[in-house]
């Protein structure tokens, strides 16, 4: 299990492939195995990195960060300064940038933020403005909605997703299997600050400041973020490739799997 310790905490990675290096980051209450096929792919011409976010998956904050740190660890500025740790530490001079939901907004914060940093970005049913998020969504950003959820170790909440993922992607069952090996790893802290954060975020003000190729893919029956965003995307950054899914939720990978991939390869591959 590769692992990189930086400066706020440790990051669990997967890799494979070789070539130019592509970052794939997860969204809200995932993990790197959501990329699972999708590396597979994209590794036969590229070196490919899966990223846990700092309290998803394997990775977690450094041993003796105090409740001062905790209180703002899970946030979108400080995955963006992830991203940019683990390129200096694992000498990735420039990357493209491929995010789901919450880690495509990573994604174009951070080329927003460290532009020599980003060759390409790529986001999967992101939110540019966090008011796009579900309601529900919203809410779990509030401590006292995250403590319900987190009763009986969290049961009301594994309870609720088993069932809500049949709304989230075309196969139910495999999506509530991959939300339960995920939630699982996951604190209360990790879970509502992430999301609070999130949904503070507005990224329209800044959208300008992103000069390299986009590219963004929306389904039409996502049900987590406003299918929307496709726009507000595309209003920001005029020279977006937009690509439209419309039998596709907020899991296109799952939902149009060949699409996809075929359509992330394509922008992986087209000459910057």
Do not use: C
Request: glycine share 12%; aromatic share 12%.
């Amino acid at each position: 299990m590769p692992l990189l310790v930086t400066d706020p905490g440790i990051i669990h990675y997967e890799t494979y492939g070789r070539g130019r290096p592509v970052l794939l980051l997860h969204g809200w209450l995932g993990s790197w195995a959501l990329w699972r096929d999708t590396i597979e792919v994209l590794g036969r011409d590229f070196r490919t990195y899966a990223l846990d976010f700092f309290g998803f998956g394997e990775s977690g904050l450094a041993p003796g960060q105090g409740p001062e740190h905790r209180s703002a660890a899970y946030t979108v500025p400080v995955y963006v300064e992830m991203v940019y740790q683990f390129m200096e530490r694992m000498g990735i001079q420039r990357a493209p940038l491929i995010g789901h939901s919450m880690g495509g907004t990573v994604s174009l914060s951070t080329a927003i933020k460290y532009p020599e940093k980003v060759v390409k970005v790529g986001v999967i049913g992101s939110p540019i403005d966090g008011a796009s998020l579900n309601l529900l969504l919203k809410l779990s950003g509030n401590p006292k909605m995250a403590r319900f959820f987190w009763l009986f170790g969290g049961k009301p909440l594994l309870m609720f997703l088993r069932g809500y993922s049949f709304f989230m992607a075309k196969d139910g069952r495999a999506m509530g299997r991959m939300i339960q090996s995920d939630v699982s790893k996951i604190s209360m802290e990790s879970f509502f600050q992430s999301i609070g954060t999130l949904r503070q975020t507005d990224l329209r003000p800044e959208l300008g400041k992103v000069q390299v190729p986009t590219l963004g893919m929306y389904g039409q029956r996502d049900i987590i973020v406003r299918p929307s965003e496709h726009a507000v995307l595309r209003a920001g950054v005029p020279h977006a490739q937009i690509e439209w899914f419309p039998d596709a939720g907020h899991f296109i990978m799952l939902d149009s799997p060949q699409r996809f991939i075929t359509t992330l390869n394509d922008f992986l591959h087209d000459p910057v």
